[in-house]
């Protein structure tokens, strides 16, 4: 297993994150010193502040020989909050929750 010692990254590449129905997943691909790395983040709305949490974020990652790299150490929430800024995710994100909404209570 190889180790990676960068706690933010800051030269990678990233897609748009695919954001599922109901909002509540999320998920995109990153790519930076030939490594490719999953990640999938678990979205909630959180009625107390009236806000979008991110609730936990999970990441897979690995090199050019398929080897699976330790993430620990990457500061994974700027990571995503970078790249959901960038794609204005957050604004997707919260749009197919109150659609989902809507959708589930209509009588």
Not at 23 to 41: H, I, L, P, T, W
Not at 85 to 99: D, R, S
């Amino acid at each position: 297993m190889n180790t990676t010692t960068l706690s933010t990254l800051e030269n990678y590449s990233a897609n748009k994150p695919y954001v599922s129905y109901g909002g509540r997943d999320v998920s995109f691909e990153v790519e930076y010193d030939g490594n490719y790395m999953e990640v999938n983040v678990e979205m909630k709305w959180c009625g107390r502040y009236d806000e979008l949490v991110i609730e936990a974020i999970h990441a897979e990652c690995y090199d050019e020989n398929e080897e699976v790299v330790d993430v620990t150490s990457l500061d994974l929430d700027t990571l995503v909050v970078e790249v959901f800024e960038a794609n204005n995710t957050f604004g997707e994100v919260e749009m197919k929750m109150e659609e989902a909404y809507h959708n589930d209570h209509r009588g």
